[in-house]
């Protein structure tokens, strides 16, 4: 599996550097998980949501199967 990484961008209204936190899920989809003022912080988050289990019937579904699900079904 992938490491997680962080992406530095710059705030819009300050110009402050933000790290945004990104790991890859089960689908190995690159996933968001959180805006940070900490690198090390971004970092350490990232490790610990991509270390979590697929939650729940929606991570053993197919791409095709979670369309086709309606909200009340779910």
């Known amino acids: 599996m992938r490491q997680p990484y962080v992406v530095r961008k710059a705030g819009k209204r300050t ?3 933000r790290y945004t936190r990104m ?3 089960a689908t190995r989809t690159p996933r968001s998980a ?3 003022n900490d690198e090390p ?3 350490t988050a990232a490790g610990q949501e991509q270390d979590k ?3 729940g ?3 053993e579904m197919t791409l ?3 369309r086709a699900l309606t909200f009340e079904e779910f």
């Open 57 to 59: 019937v929606l991570g």
């Open 34 to 36: 959180g805006t940070y």
């Open 53 to 55: 289990p697929a939650s």
């Open 23 to 25: 790991y890859y899920d």
């Open 41 to 43: 912080e971004a970092l």
């Open 64 to 66: 095709a199967q979670r």
């Open 15 to 17: 110009g402050a550097t």
